[in-house]
Each structure stands twice: as C-alpha cells, then as structure tokens.
C-alpha cells in the first residue's frame, strides 16, 4: 500500500493519504475512532470530533500523535447547526484544507412507534440526518475550490431493512442513503464522490446497551454469527477514500449477512 520513495538523502514510505486533511464526526468513540485511526494509519491528518468524551478524544489523538501522526481535537455537538457549521470552518481554519469527511456521529432512542415521543424523535434526526446535512453543505464549497472531495456518511442496514424500535434511526439512516445519491450526482464533476457504509451490528457501546437477551436473538438473525469489529467498518471506509475514485453514490454493506 505504501510507495517507496528514494531521495538524494533518506528512502521514506509515501502512505495513500499523506497531504490529506480528514474530519471524523463523532469520533471520540466506537466506529468514528476506528475510522480516524484507520485513516490517520494511512498517511491523513486526522481532525477528531467529540461531543462529551473528551478523555477517550484525547487518548485517540495521543495514540495517534505517537505513532507520528498528526490530529487535533474539536469539540461540537453537530446536531446543532451553528457548532456543525463552525466545526467546519475550525478544521479548514487550521489545516487551510479539507479532503475527507466521514459523517459518522450518531444516536439511538429506541422505541415502538406507539410508545416513541416528539424528542426521540427529533433527537434522532438532528443528530444522525440534520448534522450531515449541516456539516455536508458547508464543506462542499471548500472542496469545490479544491477540485477534490470525498464524503462518507454512516448509514446502517436498519435504513434499508427496517428494524422493531427503530422509526426515528431507520428514517434518518434512509434518509442518509438518500441524500448521498444526490450529493454524488451533484458533486461528480468537481472529482468529489459521496458513498455510505451500511454498517450492522458493531461491538461499540451502542450495542452494549441492547440487553443480552435481545443480544442472542440478534446474533441467531447474523448468517455470520457475530457482530462487526468497529475496525471492519472502518477497512471499508478506508477503501472508499484511498482505492474508491471510480464509487460514487454507493452504499457498502459491512453487516455479517444480516440485510442482502
Ligand atoms: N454500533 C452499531 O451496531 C452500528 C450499526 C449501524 C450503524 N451504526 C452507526 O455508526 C455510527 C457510530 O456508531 P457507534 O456504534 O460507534 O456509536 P457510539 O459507540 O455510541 O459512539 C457514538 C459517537 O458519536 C458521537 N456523537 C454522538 N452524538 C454526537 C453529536 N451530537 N455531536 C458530535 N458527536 C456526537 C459520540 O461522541 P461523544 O461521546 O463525545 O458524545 C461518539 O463518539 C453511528 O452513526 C451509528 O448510527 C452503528
């Protein structure tokens, strides 16, 4: 994956993302820091958005410092659309450019329809459909100007199969899908693609918080009989910005089999 380069003075490995400037939503935790860390192992500074974990935000950007990469932390709460739009401007601020953004930040409050209130429901689609819309929009003209751009929104298998509890989460992952056909036909001719990984269950603690019981019977629904590794979701990301300038408007499922 990495090229050698000999100079007059010194042989380095050139990494597919060196001179790339990526923002990870949501990515003091979970999939968000597998994917910056997969990232920043590929050659990109890395920015780190965080919400409320500063401490696992900043044993991240440590982790990845030691290992002579570069990334920054950046506190907003996206699902607000003055922080979202901020955020972007901190990033390009610092860094003069941005490449790469995944939209990954979000939550679940699951319930049935018939018990879900108006906050779930708003909460759900602010911080997983709103935020990217907020945060999409105001990156997209940086990358015009760059001539370059790749966006990679996390969806989820439940926005394309549907899920018990899920009317909010699964509205705002389809919503997601949706809305990422019509960016990659918008901004294919200024080189800048926008796909999606469908994740399925993935041991974060998001899933942590489904109760065991419910657990097994999730895991018996999985033709491969487990849940996702967070790193797994992340290969897939990466593939997308390193090896996937011919994608755009797709979706990758990374979900063991449970949604074909
Ligand atoms: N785990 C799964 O099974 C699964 C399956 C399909 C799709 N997904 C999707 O994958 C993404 C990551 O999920 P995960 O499992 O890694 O969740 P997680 O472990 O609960 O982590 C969620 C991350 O999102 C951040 N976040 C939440 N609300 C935010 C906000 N308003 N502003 C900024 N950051 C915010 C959190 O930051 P703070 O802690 O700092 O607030 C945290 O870093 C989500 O979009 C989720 O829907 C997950």
């Known amino acids: 994956m990495a ?8 042989v380095y490995f050139r990494k597919p993302l060196d001179g790339k400037i990526a923002l990870v939503t949501g990515s003091s935790r979970g999939i968000g820091s597998a994917i910056a ?17 500063l401490s696992s935000a900043e044993a991240l950007r440590n982790e990845i410092r030691q290992h002579g990469g570069e990334s920054d932390l950046f506190c907003a709460d996206v699902s607000v659309r003055q922080e979202a739009r901020d955020l972007i401007r901190q990033v390009i601020d610092s860094y003069g450019r941005l490449d790469i953004l995944v939209n990954n930040a979000g939550i679940t409050r699951d319930r049935s329809i018939r018990k879900m209130t108006d906050e ?23 990358m015009v100007e760059q001539k370059f751009g790749r966006i990679v929104s996390i969806a989820s298998f439940s926005g394309q199969a549907g899920n018990f509890g899920q009317a909010n989460y699964a509205a705002s992952k389809g919503g997601i899908i949706a809305m990422t056909k019509v960016l990659a036909i918008e901004l294919a001719r200024y080189n800048i ?3 999606v990984i ?21 895991l018996a629904r999985i033709p491969l ?32 089999g449970i949604y074909m």
């Open 225 to 256: 009989g487990r849940f996702a590794q967070p790193e797994e979701i992340a290969k897939a990301a990466a593939f997308l910005i390193c090896d996937g300038d011919y994608i755009t408007g797709q979706q990758i499922n990374v979900n063991g």
């Open 3 to 10: 090229t050698a380069v000999l100079t007059e003075t010194t």
């Open 198 to 218: 469908a994740p399925g269950f993935t041991t974060t603690e998001m899933v942590a918080a489904i109760p065991a019981n419910i657990q097994e019977q999730i």
């Open 120 to 142: 779930d429901w708003t909460e759900v689609i602010d911080t997983n459909l709103n935020s990217i819309f907020y945060c999409t929009s105001a990156a997209v003209p940086f």
């Open 193 to 195: 693609t926008a796909n």
């Open 37 to 53: 860390r997969e990232l920043a192992d590929r050659g990109a500074a890395v920015a780190i958005n965080y919400r409320a974990s």
